[in-house]
């Protein structure tokens, strides 16, 4: 195998990785709603809002950019989100109030529609 199919096998097996990881850290907080919920004050009404607000993401990621990766390559579309998604990822760990919370919970919902 030539060393530059290597590379991209190992390229394409790193995004996998990654997306993997994404994905399954997606649903991460949902565990600590309730702790946000006592710490922020909100209430149960705001709670279902922040634990939904991930899937109107992703509806709108994939509605409005659901062609974006066949028009411009899989790669461009994937590594910023990946970048994305992590970022938001530690957005909800240093939350400080509920609008962090939807802010991050939403644009990683948008990640993991791309």
Do not use: K
């Not at 461009?76 to 240093?94: S, T």
């Amino acid at each position: 195998m030539a060393p530059d199919r290597r590379r991209q096998r190992r390229t394409y097996a790193l995004i996998l990785y990654g997306i993997g990881i994404l994905v399954a850290t997606g649903s991460f907080p949902v565990g600590l709603y309730h702790s946000y919920a006592e710490a922020f004050a909100f209430s149960a009404a705001m709670l279902t809002v922040v634990a939904c607000s991930s899937t109107i993401g992703v509806i709108v990621a994939v509605v409005g950019c659901g062609t974006l990766s066949d028009q411009i390559g899989r790669r461009p579309v994937l590594l910023p989100a990946l970048g994305i998604g992590a970022l938001c990822l530690v957005g909800m760990l240093v939350a400080t109030n509920v609008w962090m919370l939807l802010v991050a919970r939403s644009v990683t919902g948008l990640a993991i529609g791309l």
